[in-house]
Structure formats: C-alpha cells, structure tokens
C-alpha cells in the first residue's frame, strides 16, 4: 500500500498581515478606487490605455495632492488668523491714533499692549487647533486613499481621549479658566494682582499657568484653574490718596489754599501728567478730626501702578509747601 505524500503546510500569515494589507492588495485596491473615483485615474487611463501602472501613478498624485492642499489651507487659515489677530490688537480708539499718525500716550499705550497681548495668545492658540484639524484630515484622508482602514484609528483615538479626558481633569479645568481669562481679558502683563494664592506683578500668563513675583522678589506659578477671585490694581487707572494731619488749631482755609496750590503745581508739572496722573488732584477735605489734630486728604488720580510714585511726589511737595506757609504737620494716634 503506497503510502500518501503529507499535505505541504501552508505558510502562516506573519502578525503584521492583519493591521497592513500586502504590496498586491494595496496595489489591487487602490486601481479599484481609482477606477470607481478617481478623476486622475481616468485622465492617466486615456492618455496610457492599458497600463496596469496607471491606477497607481493617479492614486499617487492624488495622495500628494491632498497633501499640498492641506499645507495651503494650514497656511491661509495662519494668515487670516494673524490678520485677524493684528485687527483686534489695534482695534477701537488705537487705530484711530495711529491712522492720524500720532502715537499712542499715557493710557491708551497699557491698553494697546494689553489688547496686543490678549489678541497674541488667542491668535497662537487658534492657530495650534487649525493646525491640529486640518493636518488631521488631510492625514485621514491620505489613509483613507491607501485603502488603510481608519475605522480602528478613530476608534482607538477616541478611547484615549476618553481616558486622557479623565486623568487630566485638572489640565482640562485649567486650560478653559485660562481661556475665559484671556477673552474676558481679567489681568495682563504687568499687573499687579492678588490671586488668593499670592499678590504681586504678572510676569507670565499662559493658559494653563500665571508666574507672578510678589515685593520680596519670589516666584509664583498660580495653576489657572485654582484662582477662583482676582483682585486687579492696575486695570484702567489707579487712586493715590495722600493724608495731611495738621494741628487742631490750624486754619482750614489756608491749609486748604496751600493743598490746592500744590495739586495744581503738580498737574501742570508736564512730566507727571504725561507719564502718571490722569487727572488733576483733588483736595477731598478734612477726612479725620480729632482733639488735637486735623486730617486733610488729597486724592490723585493716576495710571495703573503709579499711585506709589504719585503718592511719594505729593509728600514732598506737601512737606515742602507747608514748611513755607509756616503749617506744623502733626503726628496722629
């Protein structure tokens, strides 16, 4: 009895075969759609009847078409951001200034550069999600053209968003409290806050970070999402307020001349109303009285964060116009 050859084994499929389609396959499939779809395909099949290449060169110009088409509109959605962008960080009253050729001053100089600031941020974060977006689908659609199926990519990218989601719950807080900070434009550069964790200047704002650095010369990095109050010294404009205790005995009159002569001086003084003083001080009256003593005070308002310098400038001035008006200041309890 002869005896029956074994059957040859067949060769096993490698691991990779199943998350990538073979060379033959790739080819057989892409001529399929190029065939169904494909506008090149039918061009390149006209002018080269026959090739059994043709489908393939069509499929490859059409995949570097997509390609170059997603990097040009990446490139115009930058652009029209960015003008975008340069529109609101000159916007209202600023470009008003600048179209009569006259630079901004004083004020109108902390908000341009707050706006500048705010409109910068917003314009790099819509930037990254355009990019994000359009790079995205243009990659989709070169897998899609590949005959590679994006089903399970999208279903795997969207359970790692899910448990990134919940693992980051604390970025994600971060980043959208640092987003309506920005838009609602609640501090900038150069203010001096007081986050509840720390006081003093911001030196940094991200969207997910403040650095402020408080008198002593410390750093803070406040997390967006943890500020639930901010307290803003130097948005708009700032008040000095300057107390002048005198004797009881005094002439309220005349220490009340005295105090309006200096607040003029110091308002015709063009190097304090162009750089700190917005409008002309004022002598509010007598604010504290007691046995012995008299409390004027005077009132300056001033640039945001100039209210120190301010201050110290009417002291001098005070002390001084007083010592010639013979007034004796007083020290109170």
């Avoid at 499929?59 to 003008?83: D, E, K």
């Amino acid at each position: 009895m002869l005896a029956t050859p074994a059957p040859s084994p067949t060769p096993s499929s490698s691991p990779t075969s199943s998350v990538l389609p073979s060379p033959d396959k790739l080819v057989a499939d892409m001529s399929a759609i190029c065939k169904s779809d494909g506008l090149f395909c039918a061009w390149v099949l006209e002018w080269f009847p026959g090739a059994a290449w043709a489908p393939v060169v069509a499929g490859a110009i059409t995949i570097v078409l997509i390609l170059v088409l997603g990097f040009v509109i990446r490139n115009v959605s930058h652009r029209v951001i960015g003008r975008v962008v340069n529109r609101a960080a000159t916007g209202g009253s600023i470009t008003t200034r600048f179209r009569r050729g006259s630079p901004p001053e004083g004020i109108d100089v902390l908000l341009h550069e707050r706006r500048k600031q705010r409109a910068e941020t917003m314009g790099t974060v819509l930037k990254h999600v355009a990019s994000i977006v359009i790079l995205g689908t243009t990659a989709l659609t070169v897998l899609d053209r590949l005959t590679i199926p994006i089903a399970p990519l999208l279903t795997s990218v969207g359970i790692l968003g899910v448990a990134i989601g919940f693992g980051a719950q604390e970025l994600v807080k971060d980043f959208i409290a640092g987003m309506f900070m920005l838009l609602e434009d609640q501090y900038g550069v150069g203010d001096v806050i007081d986050a509840g964790a720390a006081v003093g200047t911001v030196e940094a704002v991200t969207l997910r970070v403040t650095r402020l650095r408080d008198a002593d010369g410390r750093v803070w990095y406040v997390r967006n999402g943890t500020i639930t109050r901010v307290g803003n010294e130097s948005q708009g404009w700032s008040r000095a307020y300057v107390d002048v205790p005198v004797g009881y005995a005094s002439d309220i009159a005349n220490v009340r001349d005295v105090l309006e002569r200096v607040a003029k001086e110091i308002w015709d003084d063009l190097e304090f109303r162009e750089a700190a003083i917005v409008e002309r001080p004022t002598v509010v009256g007598v604010e504290q009285l007691s046995d012995s003593t008299l409390v004027f005070r005077v009132s300056a308002k001033t640039l945001p964060a100039k209210q120190a310098e301010v201050a110290r400038e009417l002291r001098m001035r005070v002390k001084s116009a007083l010592d010639a008006a013979g007034i004796a200041m007083v020290p109170t309890a």
